[in-house]
């Protein structure tokens, strides 16, 4: 099974939002990402609804059930709810998306930059997991790259891990990629032993992608956002989504 590509509309709300109004708008883009090919789209819609939105999370969950792809969503299952934010679980109720994808994050973290430790979240997941599965989604949890523990995501109820990728960007930035490609490799063996599927996010691109998947055995699904939307600035939104689909066709 060839690696899927689900592309992250946050910075596109994010740009919405920075002047107000509904220009750019996130239901074309996502069209638009679709339309060139992706296999999915991904939101990470946060307490603070800094960029995606709970009707954003609903107008996508329709476009992607008309096209019968993939919809991923991801956050803090432990995010209390407050007004303009009804929880993660309610907007997967109402959304079922096809993933949840859950992070750690707190409230004013400015991105995700770690994954759950499983020894001091585990009891805690379990009970989230098994309600978000109810829903009918699949479940993905964010783990650190070299957590010895990440069989563990299994024993809490999980279908698949995320492994955070951000570590390996940069390691790959300053020309000294082995070590973290090493232990992502590890890393997701340990995870697919213990009957987990395997995805990936966080900081890749189209430099530091073909490498990430040649190293790394089995990925099922990267999460691109961030890189893939300011390349999209220079080369346009449909050309990058399909040049991303040729490194996936390329690596497998």
Known sequence: MSCRLSVNLNKVALLRNARGGREPDVVRAGTACLDAGAHGLTVHPRPDARHIRADDVHALAALCRARGTEYNIEGNPFAPPRPGYPGLLALCEAARPTQVTLVPDADGQLTSDHGFDFARDGAALRPQIA???????????????????VAQAAACGADRVELYTGPYAKAFASGDPAPALAAAAATARLAQAAGLGVNAGHDLDQANLAPFLAAVPGVLEVSIGHALIGEAL???LVPTVRAYLALLAAAA
Do not use: M, Q, T
Request: hydrophobic content about 45%; charged content about 20%; proline content about 5%.
């Open 131 to 149: 309600a978000f599965k109810a829903l009918g989604c699949r479940v993905s949890v964010f783990v650190d790259v070299g957590n010895p523990e």
């Open 234 to 236: 220079y080369a346009g």
